[in-house]
């Protein structure tokens, strides 16, 4: 802010009373939230916050951000819907304006705020606009000397973030992360899946604060890639970050898709019908990709569905090298949003790697064992690994039961040999031929490894369970196999399922406890970061390691498993 010494023109008190006036409602005007329209909020009524950029607010060369047009969205007698983005605003110039003051004081308990910042937190920290912060989610610290000579200590972009989380909270109001926009740009007819690691890192956020998230990113790059690059010309406006109008709801309605979707949603009572009429994300799904077999091995039969489920994340810049996972539910559960409480491991791995150089992408499915990724998702996977890239393989929970099992049609034959069934699918009422565990493993293997890239197997992860204090090495014969068939091929084995176990027996049954849902499988938040944490202790463990140039400062504090 430039500082006006008017000295020589001030002579009289009078003067001085007029000047002091004039700068206070100047700077009113600069400090106020900038929404001078919005009527006097209802306080009878809880209110729904939207904090960002432009992206969301704006009104220049026919742009519109999707914070206005989201208000149609609410019952507005039911709930205050109020637009306090700020056009040209990173989390820092946000916070250091004191924007965010302003809607603390119009914060009450029961309120809901939505923040979304990060498109402008990119850039100079000292010169030019000045308003980046610094990159990560630490709690490093920088002195800068502004242009106008101001001091100003800057601070990471998470510092800023946690602080809007924490003074939402305070207030008994509910605070929900959201990924941020997408831009129109894209590479060999792929959108651009993000700016730089912002979802990666809203993502941790959310999850290292206990709140919810919403991938905006992926929900509006999912439709901009189903509706192609020329049809979403017309989303946008003057440029390839501000929407058009048609652009901004377009934007909006994906909001409202991720809200409602989102566990025991908080907005779900307070929907128009224009609200209600949008699809959460469990509807807003597109058909399963059918399969082309990739050698002379037999066609495998489709994945048997109970119909179409929403396309699974892809590489956010397809320029740098990916760690893709595979595997089920106990690597990513549902959506990978925390339903029912629910995590995988590989959502919260993505805070150990530095998303400036690697993707991390994860691929897994909930309900699948080796044979139905294979035959239904796995071509899909492969298309994208390219030279270069790595894939962490863990299977073994759901390939257990019958070979055709009416409901699933999972299993497959025990062992790691060359064993084959032949069966007429009763899911798809297809012929398929059935092979061993094993068997499923190589071929992952084999196809990654003719991309150039590196496959990476890894032990399941064990129950819960212990005896005599002892924590069950469960998963028997799918450890045994696993590790048979990464000797066999000469490829990184990590052996999660001992990895995990050995630390619970350290721990006991009572700290153990808070890993796991009701299920004794599947992990909360809590179990699904150890587990992570245990992956990452196991890559730290081979030798030698092809991930070690592409951990994040968090890897730092995990030591390397000595068996692995």
């Known amino acids: 802010m430039r500082v006006f010494s008017p000295q020589s023109f001030i002579r009289t008190r009078a003067f001085i009373a007029l000047a002091m006036v004039a700068v206070c409602a100047?700077?009113?005007?600069?400090?106020?939230?900038?929404?001078?329209?919005?009527?006097?909020?209802?306080?009878?009524?809880?209110?729904?916050?939207?904090?960002?950029?432009?992206?969301?607010?704006?009104?220049?060369?026919?742009?519109?951000?999707?914070?206005?047009?989201?208000?149609?969205?609410?019952?507005?007698?039911?709930?205050?819907?109020?637009?306090?983005?700020?056009?040209?605003?990173?989390?820092?110039?946000?916070?250091?304006?004191?924007?965010?003051?302003?809607?603390?004081?119009?914060?009450?308990?029961?309120?809901?705020?939505?923040?979304?910042?990060?498109?402008?937190?990119?850039?100079?920290?000292?010169?030019?606009?000045?308003?980046?912060?610094?990159?990560?989610?630490?709690?490093?610290?920088?002195?800068?000397?502004?242009?106008?000579?101001?001091?100003?200590?800057?601070?990471?972009?998470?510092?800023?973030?946690?602080?809007?989380?924490?003074?939402?909270?305070?207030?008994?109001?509910?605070?929900?992360?959201?990924?941020?926009?997408?831009?129109?740009?894209?590479?060999?007819?792929?959108?651009?899946?993000?700016?730089?690691?912002?979802?990666?890192?809203?993502?941790?956020?959310?999850?290292?604060?206990?709140?919810?998230?919403?991938?905006?990113?992926?929900?509006?790059?999912?439709?901009?890639?189903?509706?192609?690059?020329?049809?979403?010309?017309?989303m946008f406006g003057p440029d390839y970050v501000h929407t058009s109008p048609m652009g901004a709801d377009f934007n909006a309605a994906a909001v409202v898709a991720g809200l409602k979707s989102l566990p025991n949603s908080p907005l779900t009572a307070f929907l128009s019908e224009k609200g209600k009429a949008v699809a959460p994300l469990s509807s807003a799904v597109v058909p399963v990709t059918a399969v082309v077999p990739t050698s002379d091995a037999p066609a495998p039969a489709p994945a048997p569905t109970s119909g179409t489920r929403r396309p699974l994340p892809v590489p956010a810049d397809p320029q740098l090298p990916t760690l893709f996972l595979i595997g089920d539910s106990t690597v990513r559960n549902g959506l990978g949003d925390g339903s029912n409480g629910q995590w995988g491991w590989g959502d919260p791995i993505a805070a150990f790697f530095d998303g400036d150089k690697i993707n991390v992408v994860n691929r897994a499915v909930g309900g699948l064992s080796s044979r139905t990724y294979f035959t239904g998702f796995w071509n899909e996977t492969l298309a994208m690994i390219k030279p270069g890239d790595f894939v962490i393989m863990q299977f073994g929970h759901n390939d257990g039961g019958e070979i055709n099992d009416p409901r699933r049609a999972r299993a497959t034959l025990r062992g790691s040999g060359e064993e084959t069934v032949e069966i007429v699918n009763a899911l798809t009422k297809r012929k398929e031929t059935v092979h061993t565990y094993g068997w499923y493993l190589r071929r992952f293997v084999a196809d990654v490894k003719a991309k150039g890239a590196t496959p990476i197997i890894a032990s399941l992860i064990p129950r819960r369970g212990f005896t005599d204090g002892k924590a069950n090495r469960s998963g028997g014969n799918y450890v045994k196999w696993a590790a048979e068939v990464a000797q066999s091929e000469k490829v990184p084995f990590i052996p999660l399922n001992e990895i995990i176990a050995s630390q619970y027996d350290v721990l006991g049954p009572e700290k153990v406890g808070p890993f796991f849902v009701a299920d004794n499988l599947h992990t909360t938040l809590a179990g699904a970061q150890f587990n992570a944490a245990s992956v990452v202790a196991g890559l730290k463990g081979l030798k030698p390691n092809p991930l070690a140039p592409y951990f994040s400062a968090t890897a730092s504090g995990v030591a390397g498993f000595e068996g692995a």
């Open 26 to 234: 100047v700077a009113s005007a600069f400090l106020r939230p900038a929404d001078a329209q919005t009527p006097d909020l209802n306080p009878n009524l809880p209110t729904l916050f939207v904090v960002g950029d432009s992206t969301a607010r704006n009104s220049a060369n026919g742009a519109q951000g999707w914070g206005d047009p989201f208000k149609a969205y609410f019952d507005t007698s039911k709930i205050n819907v109020v637009n306090r983005a700020i056009a040209g605003r990173s989390s820092r110039t946000y916070f250091n304006e004191g924007r965010w003051d302003n809607v603390l004081k119009e914060m009450k308990a029961g309120d809901i705020v939505l923040l979304q910042m990060g498109h402008n937190d990119g850039g100079p920290i000292d010169t030019g606009k000045a308003r980046a912060s610094l990159p990560g989610l630490g709690d490093e610290t920088r002195e800068i000397t502004l242009p106008d000579g101001k001091k100003e200590t800057v601070r990471t972009y998470g510092w800023y973030m946690r602080r809007f989380i924490a003074d939402t909270k305070a207030k008994g109001a509910t605070p929900i992360v959201l990924s941020l926009t997408i831009r129109n740009i894209w590479k060999g007819g792929q959108i651009e899946r993000g700016s730089g690691n912002y979802r990666q890192l809203t993502q941790e956020l959310a999850q290292s604060q206990g709140v919810q998230w919403i991938d905006l990113s992926s929900i509006v790059a999912d439709r901009y890639q189903q509706l192609g690059e020329e049809k979403v010309k017309g």
